[in-house]
C-alpha cells in the first residue's frame, strides 16, 4: 500500500487547501517575498507529509514540539521588539500590515492551529501529522530566511531583527524532524 493511500483523501486536501491558504494569506499581508518565503514551510511540510510515513507518537516529539513552540513565542516577541516588520517592508517596499486587518488575524489564525498538534497526534490524525511537518519545516527551514536577510540592506551583513532567536529555534526543530521521522515504539 503506497504512503498515498494511507492518508485519508479528506485530509490530503485540507492538508493542500492549508497550505494554499498560508501561501496566499502571506502573499495578501506581507507580499511575494514573504509568501515565498512561507513556501518552504507550509509547502516542504506538505511534501514531506506526503512522501513521508511516520507513526511517531506524541510522546517521542513532545520535547521538541514544546521547546520548539516555546523559542517561537520567544522569536515573536523578538521580532516584534526589535521591528521586524518596519525592516521586512523596507526590503520588500510592501507597506506593514496592519495588525487588526483581516489577512494579518487571518495569517495569525493559520499558525494558532499548530496549538493542536498535541491533541491531533494523540488521536493519531494524518491531519495533525501534517501541521506538525509544517510546524517543524517553518521553524527549521523557513525562520532561516533572517540570516538571508541581511544580504539585501545596504552597508555590510548584521543583524536583521529576529535572527538572535532562530540561533536556537532552528535546531529545535530539526530536533523535531528528526523525532517525527522516527517510528513509534509502542
Known amino acids: 500500500m503506497s504512503n498515498m493511500s494511507k492518508k485519508k483523501s479528506g485530509s490530503v486536501v485540507l492538508a493542500i487547501v492549508f497550505t494554499v491558504t498560508a501561501i496566499v494569506l502571506g ?3 506581507l507580499g511575494i517575498i514573504p509568501a515565498f518565503i512561507f513556501t518552504f ?3 516542504g511540510g506538505l511534501i514531506i507529509w506526503l512522501l513521508k510515513t511516520t507513526n511517531a507518537n506524541f510522546r517521542q516529539i513532545r520535547g521538541p514540539y514544546f521547546i520548539t513552540m516555546l523559542l ?4 515573536k516577541i523578538e521580532e516584534r521588539k526589535m521591528d521586524f516588520f518596519p525592516a521586512l517592508s523596507e526590503l520588500t517596499g510592501v507597506p ?3 495588525a487588526t486587518s483581516a489577512p494579518a488575524i487571518l495569517l495569525y ?3 494558532a492551529v499548530w496549538l493542536f498538534i498535541p491533541l491531533l497526534i494523540w488521536r493519531q490524525y494524518a491531519f495533525g501529522y501534517y501541521l506538525a511537518w509544517t510546524f517543524f519545516a517553518s521553524m527549521g527551514i523557513t525562520e532561516l530566511a533572517h540570516f538571508v536577510f541581511p544580504f539585501f540592506k545596504d552597508g555590510p551583513y548584521g543583524y536583521f531583527p529576529g535572527m538572535a532567536s532562530v540561533l536556537l529555534l532552528a535546531p529545535a526543530a530539526w530536533w523535531g524532524m528528526y523525532k517525527l521521522s522516527q517510528t513509534s515504539k509502542l
Not at 517561537?72 to 522569536?75: C, K, N, Q
Open 41 to 43: 514551510g507550509y509547502l
Open 109 to 111: 489564525s493559520i499558525a
Open 72 to 75: 517561537f513565542i520567544v522569536h
Open 96 to 98: 506593514v500590515p496592519d
Open 27 to 29: 502573499y495578501v499581508a
